[in-house]
């Protein structure tokens, strides 16, 4: 079903079209007259958009309000690319939209890698990767023997890290060692050469 045709030196032109909802097959085509060539004789065809509801934006720019978010990804989303939204939160998370943007995570799920470690902990607290199930917080390695107690950690760079201590849960958490930075290769090491038996440990982080 043809359309609309141009034919000799048109300049760009937004064109919009409506159409019904099911499968689609869009074609443009360019056909050389009989005449001598003259000018560049070709066509372009540049920046196809696709657009729910009637939602128009700007054809020059991929972030038509300046929100920092792509207009694509807006839609793709459910947000308004007409709207500035980015301060929002979909997902009352903790984080806002742009952030979700920036770091590629799904601003309408508080955990989108499903680790059980929110988007606002891993991005905000921790500075784990919100995106990979396999990045998170947590204990990696721990060694007792009856002298003592090593147990490493996961850390990121530009965090610190705290040791508390607890000999019985009841009398609450005391700490042992602060300002602990990350190590390297991504681990924090830290030993108890004399534990008391049992000892309960909590590690915090800290983003300074």
């Given at each position: 079903?043809?359309?609309?045709?141009?034919?000799?030196?048109?300049?760009?032109?937004e064109?919009?079209?409506?159409?019904?909802?099911?499968?689609?097959?869009?074609?443009?085509?360019?056909?050389?007259n009989?005449?001598?060539a003259?000018g560049?004789d070709?066509?372009?065809?540049?920046?196809?958009?696709?657009?729910?509801?009637?939602?128009?934006?700007d054809?020059?720019?991929?972030?038509s309000?300046?929100?920092?978010?792509?207009?694509?990804?807006?839609?793709?989303?459910g947000?308004?690319?007409?709207?500035d939204?980015?301060?929002?939160?979909?997902d009352?998370?903790?984080?806002?939209?742009?952030?979700?943007?920036?770091?590629?995570?799904?601003?309408?799920?508080?955990?989108?890698?499903?680790?059980?470690?929110?988007?606002?902990?891993?991005?905000?607290?921790?500075?784990?990767?919100?995106?990979?199930?396999?990045?998170?917080?947590a204990?990696?390695?721990?060694?007792?023997?009856?002298t003592?107690?090593?147990?490493?950690?996961?850390?990121?760079?530009?965090?610190?890290?705290?040791?508390?201590?607890?000999?019985?849960?009841?009398?609450?958490?005391?700490?042992?060692?602060?300002?602990?930075?990350?190590?390297?290769?991504g681990?924090?090491?830290y030993t108890?050469?004399?534990?008391?038996?049992?000892?309960?440990?909590?590690?915090?982080?800290?983003?300074p």
């Amino acid at each position: 079903t043809p359309v609309t045709n141009w034919s000799g030196v048109v300049g760009w032109t937004e064109v919009t079209n409506a159409v019904t909802a099911g499968m689609h097959t869009f074609t443009w085509t360019y056909k050389k007259n009989g005449s001598a060539a003259a000018g560049d004789d070709a066509a372009w065809v540049d920046l196809v958009e696709l657009f729910a509801d009637g939602t128009s934006t700007d054809p020059t720019s991929d972030d038509s309000e300046g929100d920092g978010m792509t207009d694509g990804w807006e839609i793709a989303q459910g947000f308004d690319p007409n709207s500035d939204d980015g301060g929002d939160d979909a997902d009352a998370d903790g984080v806002s939209n742009l952030v979700e943007f920036n770091y590629q995570t799904d601003p309408h799920a508080s955990d989108s890698d499903d680790d059980g470690q929110s988007d606002y902990e891993e991005i905000v607290v921790t500075g784990m990767d919100p995106t990979n199930s396999a990045s998170v917080f947590a204990v990696d390695m721990l060694s007792v023997t009856p002298t003592e107690e090593v147990f490493s950690w996961t850390s990121v760079s530009g965090r610190v890290y705290d040791v508390w201590q607890s000999v019985d849960l009841v009398g609450g958490f005391i700490p042992v060692q602060s300002n602990l930075p990350a190590g390297a290769g991504g681990y924090v090491e830290y030993t108890n050469s004399s534990p008391a038996s049992p000892v309960f440990y909590r590690i915090h982080v800290r983003n300074p």
